[in-house]
């Protein structure tokens, strides 16, 4: 009977059901391969197993956000690793370090989802049967139901039959007759939303993994009117996923004109970033030159590319002459900062020199830039005091030899390797180091040359990213919450009316309600339901329950 | 300009001293919740053992009454509406009467209680408008600001459910305990300066993405107060039926049955999955467009996920057998303290989540 035969339908309803068994297999010795085969497969796809799995999802995720990430943090790895001497190698070989692409993790995770869909296809089956069938006919008694009810009318049994199938029709219930009664169901969509919902994580599942096989990501720094062509080798920093092909690259670029902070100048957060904006001029393959703003919040959507606006800084513009008095380099230097107030560090590598006497040489520069100068701190030296260029100073030491950059290895273009390189020193023997403001020149000692500080430009860096697949999680994620939605509010039930001549000219009308999910308020519909069948088949008093060959005595002691 | 920013200034000291004054008449209300619950206690102590047992029956005899009621009209067969009977599985046992028990000091202290609430309410949403209006933006960008919104919220559900006529007021000694707690902490530990939000912030995501998790916050607050008390009530029962007593059974008698306990937690749980679902995923939308990955196993990225999982489980939980009631209960609890881990442990503990715009150091 409907009440006592457990369905796969109920085995992964969110809501709770009846006590059943949730299918286990036949154990015992004489299993065969295929037996255990199967068996496993039914441990695998039994919600208790599904449950155990859900746990161990959420406590295989914790350990990644406590100990550093290399995805996201690869500096804080290293220090671990540095700081750890057993338990960094340990952590490293059991994967610590990328928890969400881990073996154990991901196990755990493509286990759920086999498991889900063991669950979901026989299932999908079954409510394809269920919606083809009619509703299952009524329980021989209906008294042990939930909820109940019974009286007798003078209405002949097909008049109220016709009248329940009437009534329960109009309240959308779908209904089935069977001799001397009729079935009726309702809130099919629960199931629908559940199964929904199930294949909607799997429709994410594939989006996230089509986001990870296909994704490029690369960072680029841009000096204010400088430009970005997308293409592998503009690039300061590129990663993309096993099935990118780099060759796909292209089909836009930009250029920066001009970037924008805003900054708080009171306040307990003077200092705080209020606005950043890129103004940037874009075009697509084959199309005009656009202009555009890119802020935080707002990134640049081109080719099937997003351009995020990721950090800013300042770029001091200098001159370099050499010995000879020609000009050895001149551009911006993008310095880096170093803290909110954009204390920033950076150098200039001057490759093609030309010293007084003709020889060739090379110079580098290297130093502290501060936007906004109130006096160098004792401990921390030149430090600035606000983001924005109130009071802005270079601060520069310099060097003459070799500057490593010939020698094939790669190089930071940020920081000076002095290793082989001398530093200029004053008359005195201290070494040459000098404080400037935007238009003053650091000569160097014996006429070697000079470096003028013109003024300052400013960079940001972006972010340039595709991702396929989004749009697809994006899917699976309204599609999840729709199904989610529908699971949990919609509830299922089904009524039946029972009408049965009591061979005294009367009808004894019987109706009753099951709910199948917890929430369900049967008793309430079911007096709705039997007040308007009511209406059409009023009571009459009952005939002495003795004259009813079926009745059952236990009925008789509840309607006392 | 100026003058503007001095208006602020005043509007978010303003907005202090009436947080500060909600304080104090949540404060008073507790006070009275506490006196409801000793008063309660103290009229039946004499009687309790037979009580208990009056009780028992009672229930037993409200349990087998139908849903719909009778009436009859006039006649004496003719029935106005067909009378519906019940059967329920398991036990039958009616909620308790509230903690005032039948004492009527205890009932007018509860209902001053009730009415300190409704002002120290009122009092607690003006501050937090008046610091919205201080900021001109949604008054829930720092953790100060989320504490003082969240505890709001979970007072204006309470209150919004007492005055649907919803039987929850044996919730508000354990509701003002925790807004107490929660705005001490927002005073003290998470106080901020009101201020502007930096750039990553500025976004209508803000107002979608933390209202739903405050909402959820809130219920699935209610739902893990009911997940306790079930668990207490059950104990309570068992033994009960067992013959045997328990330890301050006065105050477990005054609870609703772990029935009723057990369906609240449930429904509450139930009904705010979808949101948080929700929350997540708007958080996952405006992660995409702020730093350029709609996920990125970010601390806080992390634990939403695993307070999703959880809950997960605990909805599954209840449909499996051998993990109905008291394991669905136990998992409720965890997958609450795993939410308020994410909210407050993630920002204090954890380094490195990009949500640290908590304004804490």
Redesign the interface.
Same mark, same amino acid.
């Given at each position: 009977m409907s009440t006592t035969k457990t369905d796969a339908a109920?085995?992964?309803?969110?809501?709770?059901?009846d006590?059943?068994?949730?299918g286990e297999g036949p154990g015992g010795p004489q299993l065969g391969p295929v037996g255990w085969l199967r068996w496993l497969w039914r441990q695998l796809t039994s919600?208790?197993v599904?449950?155990v799995l +859900?746990?161990l999802?959420?406590l295989a995720?914790?350990p990644? @956000? $406590?100990v550093?990430?290399e995805?996201?943090?690869p500096v804080?790895v290293q220090d671990f690793v540095d700081r750890h001497e057993t338990l960094g190698p340990l952590y490293e070989k059991i994967g610590m370090f990328h928890?969400?692409s881990s073996t154990w993790f991901s196990a755990v995770y493509i286990l759920l989802f086999v498991s889900l869909i063991g669950c979901i296809v026989p299932r999908t089956w079954q409510f394809v049967g269920v919606l083809r069938a009619r509703p299952p006919a009524a329980p021989r008694r209906l008294?042990?139901?939930?909820?109940?009810?019974?009286?007798s009318t003078d209405a002949p049994a097909d008049e109220v039959l016709a009248a329940a199938r009437r009534i329960l029709g109009r309240r959308r219930f779908r209904t089935g007759a069977s001799d001397g009664s009729v079935a009726a169901e309702k809130g099919y969509l629960r199931e629908a939303g559940n199964l929904v919902f199930h294949i909607a994580l799997i429709v994410m599942l594939v989006g996230?993994a089509a986001g990870q096989l296909y994704m490029s990501?690369g960072t680029k720094l841009v000096v204010e009117g400088d430009g970005f062509a997308n293409n592998l080798t503009q690039y300061d920093d590129f990663k993309d996923g096993n099935l990118f092909d780099r060759d796909d690259l292209g089909g836009f670029g930009f250029t920066l004109d001009e970037f924008t902070g805003t900054y708080?100048r @009171?306040?307990?957060?003077r200092g705080?970033?209020?606005?950043?904006r890129a103004d940037i001029t874009y075009w697509e393959a084959g199309g005009e030159e656009k202009k555009a703003v890119v @802020? @935080?919040?707002?990134?640049l959507e081109v080719a099937g590319y997003?351009a995020?606006l990721?950090g800013h800084g300042y770029a001091p513009v200098v001159t370099v002459r050499d010995g000879q008095g020609d000009v050895a380099y001149r551009g911006p230097a993008p310095f880096l900062p170093m803290d909110g107030n954009v204390t920033s560090q950076g150098v200039v590598k001057v490759t093609d020199y030309v010293g007084k006497d003709g020889e060739r040489d090379q110079l580098g520069f290297s130093g502290i830039f501060v936007p906004t100068f109130e006096g160098a701190s004792a401990t921390r030296g030149m430090v600035s005091a606000f983001p924005a260029l109130d009071n802005p100073v270079l601060f520069l030491t310099a060097y003459r030899g070799d500057l490593g950059v010939d020698s094939g290895i790669a190089q930071n273009v940020y920081q000076l390797d002095n290793e082989r390189m001398e530093q200029f020193t004053d008359a005195d023997g201290t070494p040459l180091a000098q404080m400037m403001k935007p238009g003053d020149t650091m000569e160097l000692p014996d006429g070697a040359g000079s470096l003028t500080f013109e003024r300052i430009d400013e960079w940001a860096t972006f972010?340039v990213?595709s991702?396929p697949g989004?749009d697809l999680? +994006?899917a699976g994620?309204?599609a999840?919450?729709a199904g +989610?939605?529908g699971s $949990?509010?919609i509830q299922r039930r089904r009524v039946w009316v029972r009408a049965t001549p009591d061979g005294h000219g009367r009808t004894v009308v019987e109706?009753a309600a099951l709910g199948r999910s917890?929430?369900a308020r049967v008793?309430?519909e $079911?007096?709705d339901i039997?007040?308007l +069948?009511?209406n059409e088949a009023?009571?009459?008093?009952?005939q002495q329950p003795e004259q009813r060959p079926d009745t059952d005595p236990d009925t008789d002691k509840?309607?006392a | 300009m100026n003058i503007a920013a001095a208006a602020n200034e005043n509007m978010a000291q303003l907005s202090n001293y009436l947080v500060y004054s909600a304080l104090a008449v949540y404060t008073l209300a507790f006070l009275a919740h506490i006196a409801e619950w000793a008063f309660g206690s103290r009229s039946r102590i004499a009687k309790q053992s037979a009580a208990l047992t009056a009780q028992e029956q009672e229930a037993k005899a409200s349990a087998a009454a139908p849903a719909v009621t009778v009436r009859a009209a006039g006649g004496t067969a003719t029935l106005e509406r067909p009378k519906v009977v019940t059967r329920n599985r398991g036990r039958d046992v009616a909620d308790g009467l509230g903690a005032a028990g039948e004492d009527e000091k205890g009932e007018l202290l509860g209902r001053i209680a009730i009415s300190l609430t409704t002002l120290a309410f009122l009092i607690h949403l003006a501050g937090v408008v008046t610091r919205g209006l201080s900021v001109e933006r949604a008054p829930w960008a720092n953790m100060y600001e989320f504490s003082t919104t969240f505890s709001m919220v979970a007072v204006g559900v309470y209150l919004g459910l007492l005055a649907a006529g919803k039987k929850v007021r044996w919730i508000g000694l354990f509701l003002i305990t925790t807004v107490l707690l929660d705005l001490g902490l927002a005073l003290t530990v998470l106080y901020t300066e009101s201020d502007q939000l930096v750039p990553a912030l500025q976004s209508p995501w803000l107002i979608v993405h933390v209202a739903c998790a405050i909402i959820c916050g809130a219920s699935f607050y209610v739902g893990a107060v009911s997940s306790l008390a079930y668990l207490v009530r059950d104990s309570y029962e068992s033994r009960l039926e067992a013959g045997r007593t328990m330890r301050l059974s006065t105050v477990w008698r005054r609870l609703p049955s772990a029935a009723t306990l057990d369906k609240l937690a449930y429904r509450v749980n139930a009904i705010v999955f979808p949101l948080w679902t929700f929350t997540i995923i708007a958080g996952a939308i405006w992660a995409e467009a702020a730093w350029g990955r709609y996920w990125g196993w970010d601390p806080k990225e992390t634990w939403s996920f695993i307070t999703w999982v959880v809950y997960a489980a605990y909805l599954h939980a209840r449909a499996t057998a051998g993990w109905k009631g008291r394991k669905a209960a136990y998992l409720a609890l965890i997958a609450f303290a795993c939410w308020i881990f994410n909210y407050y442990g993630v920002n204090m503990f954890v380094t490195g989540s990009l949500h640290s715009y908590a304004g804490v150091e």
């Open positions: 109920e085995v992964m309803s969110s809501a709770p059901a006590d059943t068994g949730t919600m208790r599904a449950l +859900l746990f999802l959420s995720a914790v990644g @956000s $406590l550093p990430q995805g996201s943090d804080k928890v969400y008294e042990r139901m939930p909820a109940h009810a019974r009286w996230f990501e708080e @009171s306040g307990p957060q705080s970033a209020r606005d950043f @802020s @935080s919040n707002h990134p997003k995020y990721t972010q990213t991702k989004t999680a +994006l994620a309204i999840a919450i +989610l939605s $949990l509010f109706t917890e929430s008793a309430e $079911l007096g039997a007040a +069948l009511h009023p009571a009459v008093p009952e509840e309607r | -």
